[in-house]
């Protein structure tokens, strides 16, 4: 029988955050292993409760959630987008700017397929989130990375990015607050950003997932609020900062002068009406999830739950010798760097493969956030502060004898 290939479309195509270590710890759960996974930011995973404000409107929804809504979203749902916007110091976005998403990761793809051809590039950051290389890749584009420099606190390399400008580029990518790391950039760098966007016509890509999971009392800059005058897409949904992950709820908001966009703009219009429209009953959660914003903001305060396992995840990494970090300050990550030298680690994959074989912890390598260096890897700190201690305890009694192979 002839065999059944994969398209070549995804020969260059990688979500390690999902990849082979993971199916190796699969593997082990099938034969009885208990695994610590820390390898995904899923806060239901972990016994994080969503809001009551938006659990309820979206129950008490569900027998008018049956049909189709506007492929675009349901209204009340984009005009609080939109007022959510305005408060950000983004100006200019109408209900019909806003799309509603099966999360942010469908309208990632979106943004791509409407956007590039075979030969255009698109500049991303390393480490990245992965998705947006994949998204980029499949929709035929090339992604060119451009570095983030950890000692600057993971700020964008802008001369990095300056040098990696061609005729190709068509935009930049900008994940603010970033995943994996965990930094909040400041208004500085995201204006130097702004503008060599407009110095080469690029479109802003925000994805800003994170920004209402701020610590130490930093506040968000929104880079459209800094780009009036430019074409920008931002991406936000309620996953995270409203621990709904499982619902599939995001959207992205164009704003800007779109009069050079008109065609790109069509293009999206045209992909989001194939879809139909997104899943209809967490559109509803949006409308009362925007006026409760600081609904788990209690969570991010000393004392606080994601405050204290940022500050026991940070205090283990400390104990362990050959082991640096830049302290994240938002989100639920933190993007360790291991002496490489060291520990003779040339391939990050198999060094967190090794670990989870003998610690039954899981974590996702750098690479699979393309960073070019086999040293870093990320963790995700959404556990009790007793189990992170505890899993970092076992990394470093790995490493008091590990040697790469």
């Known amino acids: 029988m002839k065999?059944?290939?994969?398209?070549?479309?995804?020969?260059?195509?990688?979500?390690?955050?999902?990849?082979?270590?993971?199916?190796?710890?699969?593997a082990m759960e099938a034969a009885g292993a208990k695994i610590l996974k820390l390898n995904i930011g899923n806060p239901g995973a972990f016994q994080f409760e969503a809001p009551d404000c938006v659990v309820n409107e979206m129950?008490?929804?569900?027998?008018?959630?049956?049909?189709?809504?506007?492929?675009?979203?349901?209204?009340?749902?984009?005009?609080a987008i939109a007022a959510?916007?305005?408060?950000?110091?983004?100006e200019g976005v109408g209900v019909n700017d806003i799309y509603t998403g099966n999360g942010v990761s469908e309208l990632i793809a979106m943004c791509m397929q409407g956007l590039l051809d075979c030969g255009d590039e698109i500049l991303i950051p390393s480490p990245d989130y992965p998705l947006w290389t994949g998204a980029a890749t499949l929709a035929g584009g090339t992604a060119v990375h451009y570095v983030c420099d950890e000692k600057s606190d993971w700020m964008p390399d802008i001369a990095d990015i300056k040098q990696k400008i061609t005729p190709k580029t068509k935009g930049i990518v900008v994940i603010n607050p970033n995943n994996p790391t965990?930094?909040?950039?400041?208004?500085?760098?995201?204006?130097?950003?702004?503008?060599?966007?407009?110095?080469?016509?690029?479109?802003?890509?925000?994805?800003?997932?994170?920004?209402?999971?701020?610590?130490?009392?930093?506040?968000?800059?929104?880079?459209?609020?800094?780009a009036p005058d430019l074409f920008v897409v931002t991406l936000n949904g309620l996953s995270k900062s409203h621990l709904i992950a499982g619902y599939r709820c995001g959207w992205m908001s164009i704003s800007g002068d779109k009069s050079q966009a008109r065609s790109y703009i069509e293009g999206l219009n045209m992909l989001s009406s194939m879809r139909l429209c997104s899943?209809?009953?967490?559109?509803?959660?949006?409308?009362?999830?925007?006026?409760?914003?600081?609904?788990?903001?209690?969570?991010?305060?000393?004392?606080?739950?994601?405050?204290?396992q940022r500050e026991a995840i940070c205090g283990a990494l400390d104990k362990i010798d050959g082991i640096s970090y830049v302290r994240p300050k938002a989100a639920f990550y933190v993007f360790p760097k291991i002496d490489a030298k060291r520990f003779n680690i040339r391939n990050d994959e198999q060094f967190v493969l090794?670990?989870?074989?003998?610690?039954?912890?899981?974590?996702?390598?750098?690479?699979?956030?393309?960073?070019?260096?086999?040293?870093?890897f990320r963790i995700?700190?959404?556990?009790?502060?007793?189990?992170?201690?505890?899993?970092?305890?076992?990394?470093g009694d790995f490493l008091q004898t590990y040697i790469q192979k």
């Open 59 to 79: 129950s008490g929804t569900l027998t008018v959630s049956e049909g189709y809504s506007d492929s675009k979203g349901i209204l009340d749902a984009r005009e």
């Open 279 to 308: 899943n209809v009953p967490a559109q509803r959660a949006i409308k009362p999830a925007l006026e409760n914003i600081h609904a788990m903001d209690y969570l991010l305060q000393p004392g606080g739950r994601i405050y204290e």
């Open 182 to 226: 965990g930094t909040v950039y400041g208004k500085e760098v995201l204006e130097q950003i702004v503008e060599l966007a407009r110095a080469h016509d690029l479109i802003i890509f925000a994805d800003e997932i994170y920004d209402r999971l701020l610590m130490d009392g930093l506040t968000h800059t929104s880079i459209a609020a800094l």
């Open 354 to 376: 090794d670990f989870l074989r003998e610690k039954q912890v899981l974590l996702v390598h750098g690479g699979g956030f393309h960073w070019s260096e086999p040293d870093h």
């Open 380 to 395: 995700v700190y959404l556990p009790e502060p007793s189990v992170l201690t505890e899993s970092m305890q076992k990394l």
């Open 84 to 90: 959510y916007d305005k408060l950000k110091g983004i």
């Open 3 to 26: 065999e059944i290939s994969k398209s070549k479309k995804l020969n260059n195509v990688a979500y390690d955050v999902r990849g082979p270590v993971l199916e190796a710890a699969m």
